[in-house]
């Protein structure tokens, strides 16, 4: 070996303290055996060990998978790291040149290596707590700190021995000690604020003052959005950087008396004790600002916002967990929303959130029971007066329901992952139907679908349109697919490679309630739809501009090669106005109703749209 040990230069005075403590080869001590276990699983090591660093030896009074008791001194990294106060870090310790050829790297594999100095009552470094792994790496703040606070604790261990000696030095350590203990039992160890039980006391003590109106206590509940792909996408080392991150952002971004705290994983909270009318509201502006900041992790940049929810102190509210539940229930309100925003908990909150989860267990319970079907309006061709297609609209037989529509209904059976059953029966159902029209001899006639973005965006919906025309017999001709306009599909993303496909085996598409979404000329332009449906806004014509309105949209579809539908017809004069604006086709309760069963066969012309054409 190359290099010795540094030697201190108070090495007299330190081996005196060590000697002083009267620890030197004594049997092991559960309390210790604690402490270095703990070191082992808090900075997830293989080896730790308490180390006492001897004239020419380092010897372990405690340790975990350490290859012997003691070292040599040269050999030893502990020897190093008593040489200042803070924690010492050894990455690799096979390309750092004071340890590459120590025989507890070449010999026992050690690469990585931690230690915090055992700072005696005189200030001399006499040993250390330790942590030891085979693989080059390194440890969080966090960590380190831990590892400084266990060393505390083992010192206080230590000089508990003498007791006698020195009475006063040892309730010294022994406070210190309790100190960090309390520390960690009100604490969160990844982040460093408070841990869900303290905060939760520091709730509960503000009862009696909230009561008495002397202050307006307020909390808000910070949850991240999509925390577990941050994890998923980059890695748990990553997440905890995340985590670490944004609690010191939150910790800036409070005032001095409010408390900051980790309730679990992802989710966060800031009690303020006496909040004004609209402090809450603009903390947590300030805060979702600067949670959007990205967060840098070894040359990456990592993105993530955060909803969040606000409570106040009110009559219903008894304890910390109402207050924590009520925040929560906001937090969660403010996702249903989108996310990356703030909600404050009313009673409008608690409404809409309880008739959510009613629609949940309603939509869930009509969807396993099969208590779904089928109703079809027609869609008349406003040339011939013919029905040229009928648009199934789903319904359901279920007394006592919720009062949803079909949208709605389509929407939560989204949220609870139930959409695609929900696709398979409209699908099959109505090609079933149409294709039993038809052979009926009503060959013409086509039957249309409505399907969401997410449905879209799911793999399966081109298998269950193949299915269900195998299956039926249907021609693809027969059907048409109704999309409503939506931001996801104005990116050409994986939706508009579904509608392609499904264009390529013949099927076609419509694009519904035109005008109300996010449908640009851009998306027109980049696919080619077969028709475009009005939605029903555009259809009352009551002044020149409506209907200088309605004859662009008109014009619009057709220099685009589409067909255009106009649905929400109530009216004669609408109808009319249709006629004279070039409309093809139209639909609506003037017209003709949706309705159960097989849709009527072989209808003849409209008599209402044959009137106009004979007055032309
Ligand atoms: P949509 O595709 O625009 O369907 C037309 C809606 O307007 C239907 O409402 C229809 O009953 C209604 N309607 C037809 N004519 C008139 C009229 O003259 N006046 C008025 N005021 N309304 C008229 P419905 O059945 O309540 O459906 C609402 C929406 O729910 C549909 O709008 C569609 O977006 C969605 N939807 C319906 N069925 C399904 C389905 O099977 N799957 C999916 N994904 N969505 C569906
Ligand atoms: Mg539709
Ligand atoms: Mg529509």
Known sequence: MVMRAPIPTNEHERLDALLELEVLDTPPDE????????????????????????????????????????????????AHTIMSDSVMVVRDASTDARFFDSPLVTDEGFRFY?????IS???????????VDTVARTIEPWQEKMLQILACQAMAQLRLRQLVDDHADVLDDLDMANRNLNFLATHDPLTGVLNRRAVTDLIDGLATANASGSVSSAVMFIDLDHFKDVNDAYGHEAGDRVLVT?????????????????????????????????????????????IAVPVEHKGMAINVSASIGIARWGDHVLSAGDLLRDASAAMNYAKLEGRNRTVTFEDRVANELTRRLDAHSFVRHVVRSG?????????WSLSTGEVIAHEALLRWDSPGAPVIGPGEFVATAEEIGLVGEITKFTIREACRLASRRRAAGEMSSAVTVNIS????????????????????????????LELTESAKLAESGPGQATLRELQHM?????????????????????????????????????SEIDRDVLRSLVQLGHSLGMMVIAEGIEEPAALEQLREVGCDVAQGYLLGRPGSGDPPQHMAPHPLIAGLATRD
Request: proline content about 4%; aromatic content about 8%; glycine content about 6%.
């Open 31 to 78: 309390r210790l055996d604690e402490i270095v276990g703990l070191a082992a699983d808090l900075c997830g090591a293989p080896m730790a060990a308490l180390s006492l660093v001897d004239s020419h030896r380092q010897w372990f009074k405690s340790h975990r998978n350490m290859p012997s008791t003691q070292t040599s001194r040269d050999a030893s990294f502990c």
């Open 506 to 542: 013949g099927v076609r598409i419509a694009l519904d309630d035109f005008g109300t979404g996010f449908a640009s000329l851009a998306l027109l332009r980049s696919f080619p739809f077969d028709y475009m449906k009005i939605d029903r806004s555009f259809v009352t014509v009551q």
């Open 121 to 131: 009552a005189d200030g001399y470094a006499v040993g250390t707590i330790c942590v």
């Open 453 to 480: 973005s997410v449905q879209l965006e799911r793999d399966e919906v081109i298998l269950e349109v193949a299915t269900a025309l195998n299956d039926s017999g249907l021609d693809p001709s027969g059907l048409i």
């Open 246 to 290: 944004i609690a010191d952002r939150i910790h800036l971004g409070a005032r001095g008396d409010d408390a900051v705290a980790r309730l679990a994983s992802d989710e966060f909270v800031v009690v303020i004790p006496n909040a004004v009318p609209y402090a809450a509201e603009a903390l947590a502006r300030r805060l979702l600002q600067a």
């Open 371 to 379: 208590a779904l079907r089928l109703e079809f309006q027609p869609l």
């Open 114 to 118: 931690a230690g915090a100095p055992l």
